[in-house]
C-alpha cells in the first residue's frame, strides 16, 4: 500500500527539520512525501531543500489558509492511503506508518493516539490524547479523532470531498464529522500514541479562539445538514480536561 504524508507549511524554519526527519526516518518503503508551503520568507525552504530526495512533491506558492494548503497536498496525493503531518507536529517512532498499515486492513480510515509536547523538549508530555474506540453516535456525545493521526483513503476524499475552505479553523473537524458520523466509513483504530503536537494550536490559544472554535463546530454539523444535541458542542471542550490528567 503506498501512503501518502503531507506537511503544511509557512515560515516553519524553527520545527520543520524535526518534522521532515520523523517521516524520512519510517521504516516503511512506500512512502509519497509532499510539502505544500504557503510561501515561506524564512529559512523553511532552505531546511526543505536539504531533503529534496527524499521528498516527492514541493509546492511553495501563497494559499488561502492551512486547509486550502491541505487540499492541494490531497490533490496531488497519489496514494492509497493519506495522512497530514503539520510542520511542527513530528511522529512518535519510526516504526509508524508500518503499524498505520498493517492494523487498517480493509477499512477506510484509521486514527491513534495523540500526545501534545512542549515546543522546546518534545519528550515532555503536557496532554495524552486517548482516542478509544469509536461507537456509532459518537460525535453526538463531543468525541472527534486527532486530525494529525486520523489517515484515509484516497477514495474517500474522492467521494466525498476534502476540506471546506468556508470554515477557518474546524475544517478537519467538519472533514472527519462528515466522514465518519454522516457517511460512516469504516474505521480501525490503533491504540498507541503515533504523534507528538507541539502545543499552541490554532484553535485554543486564547479563550476567544476557543469561543470561535465552538461557532465554528456548530456551522460544521449545520453545514453537512446534521442537528447536534443541546450538550454535544459543550461536551467535546470538556472531554479535553481528562487529557490534562493522563500524560503518559
Known sequence: MKVSIITIAYN???????????VVSQDYSDIE??????????????????YKDKISTVVSEPDQGIYDAMNKGVDSATGDLIGILNSDDIYADEKVITDIV???????????????????????VTRYWKSGEYKKGAFVKGWMPPHPTFF?????YDKYGTYDLRLKSAADYECMLRMIHKHE???????????????????????????????EDRLAWELNGLEPKFYTLYLKPLRKVGQFLKKG
Open 185 to 215: 466509513i469504516t474505521l480501525a483504530y490503533l491504540p498507541r500514541v503515533i504523534t507528538k503536537m507541539r502545543v499552541g494550536g490554532q484553535s485554543n490559544v486564547t479563550v476567544n479562539n476557543r469561543v470561535k472554535a465552538n461557532q
Open 33 to 50: 512525501y509532499i510539502i505544500i508551503d504557503g510561501g515561506s520568507t524564512d529559512a523553511t525552504l532552505e531546511i526543505i531543500d536539504r
Open 102 to 124: 498493517k492494523t487498517i486492513g480493509d477499512k477506510e480510515a484509521i486514527y491513534a493516539d495523540l500526545v501534545y509536547v512542549d515546543r522546546e523538549a518534545t519528550d515532555k
Open 12 to 22: 516553519s524554519a524553527e520545527t520543520i527539520e524535526d518534522t521532515i526527519k520523523s
Open 152 to 156: 484515509v483513503r484516497k477514495a474517500c
